[in-house]
C-alpha cells in the first residue's frame, strides 16, 4: 500500500510507515511537519491529551524506533521544501543518521500551500520507490513460474 502526505499528513504517513512497516510498502511526503525540534510540545500536550500520547506520535521517536525495520529498501521520499525547510532538513538528517534509506529531492515547489502542484512529484516519487521494490523478472512479467 503507498502512502502520500502533505505538511501535518506527511507526519502521518511516516508516522504510519514507521509503526507499520508490514502493511505500508512506500511513502512520499512534501514538506513534512514537525521533523525538527519546535518549542510547541506544551500545546501539542494539550492537542494529544497528555504527554504519554503525545510520544506515542513522535514521528522522530518511532522513526528512531522502528528504524531497522526501514533499512534495506529504498521505501521513503522525502519532498519539498516550502516554508518547512528546518523540518526538511532534520528529517533528512535523522534518516541519514537511523542509516534509513530515502529519496530526497527538492524538485517540487517550494511553497508550502495546498494545491495540486506537489502532487505530481510526490506520485512520481512513490512510483519510482515501488518499481526499484519489485524484482525486474516481475516487472517484465517472467515470474519464471511454469504455467499449468
Known sequence: MHLLGFSKGGFAVLNLLARHPDLFGV?????ASLLADRPQRPQLVGVAGSAARL????VRRNLRRHADALRGARRI???GVGTLGADWIAGRRLLQRLDVPHDAYRDAPAVHRWDGAWIGPAVERILALEAALVPADVREGRSGRVKG
Do not use: P
Request: proline content about 0%; hydrophobic content about 40%; overall charge negative.
Open 27 to 31: 511513502a512520499s511526503v512534501w514538506d
Open 77 to 79: 521520499a522525502l519532498g
Open 55 to 58: 510520544d506515542e506520535y513522535d
